[in-house]
């Protein structure tokens, strides 16, 4: 954010004099901005505000309502602001499938960045795209990787088990093992294995 740009919403909220001055409504007013997630005022003796802003940092991208709306998503998961093409190069797609918006969806996403974020650390990839898990479908978290053309599952489980499960992913990748590069599908759910296809999976 343009600080001057909060300065000049700050001073219309404050009113002519000090006096009228109401540091809540400044602070309210300057909230209305989609990328400031909290906002502080305090009114100086001096006669001058003393603003303190918490700028929303976008993490991911989800795909809106609208044909080609791709919305930015911060860490809490909450969607804030439209996306710009370069935001989709940058940042990971989220694919929230058949969640309905309202809580679930924030915790799915939030959820989808804190694994996103969790990658390079590994020293895997930043991912493309997370996929929340779908209802009923056995395959849960699913990830595709920036430089690996084939889907990644996850699976369901605690923070610790996916985890446990990136890592493993981390040394199959490091082993330069040519199948994982030219798998369909790399499937982490199975205890201590990684089970590549290749191919679309057989139905049945």
Do not use: H
């Amino acid at each position: 954010l343009d600080p001057a740009r909060v300065a000049q919403v700050a001073a219309r909220a404050a009113g002519p004099t000090l006096a009228e001055l109401d540091p809540d409504a400044v602070a309210s007013r300057l909230r209305e901005d989609t990328w400031i997630r909290e906002a502080r005022v305090m009114a100086l003796p001096t006669g001058r505000l003393l603003v303190r802003i918490d700028e929303r940092v976008p993490r991911a991208t989800l795909r809106g309502s609208g044909p080609d709306a791709w919305l930015l998503v911060d860490a809490t998961g909450d969607a804030f602001a439209p996306a710009a093409e370069g935001d989709l190069e940058a940042l990971p797609r989220v694919l929230a499938g058949e969640i309905a918006p309202g809580d679930a969806l924030e915790r799915g996403l939030a959820e989808a960045v804190s694994l996103a974020d969790s990658l390079p650390e590994l020293g895997l990839a930043a991912p493309v795209e997370v996929r929340l898990p779908k209802p009923g479908d056995p395959l849960g978290w699913v990830l595709r990787l920036r430089g690996i053309p084939c889907d990644v599952v996850l699976g369901f489980g605690a923070p610790i088990e996916q985890r446990e499960r990136l890592e493993r992913l981390a040394r199959l990748l490091a082993s330069d093992l040519a199948a994982a590069r030219t798998a369909s599908r790399i499937d982490l759910r199975f205890a201590d294995r990684a089970v590549l296809r290749r191919g679309s999976p057989a139905s049945g």
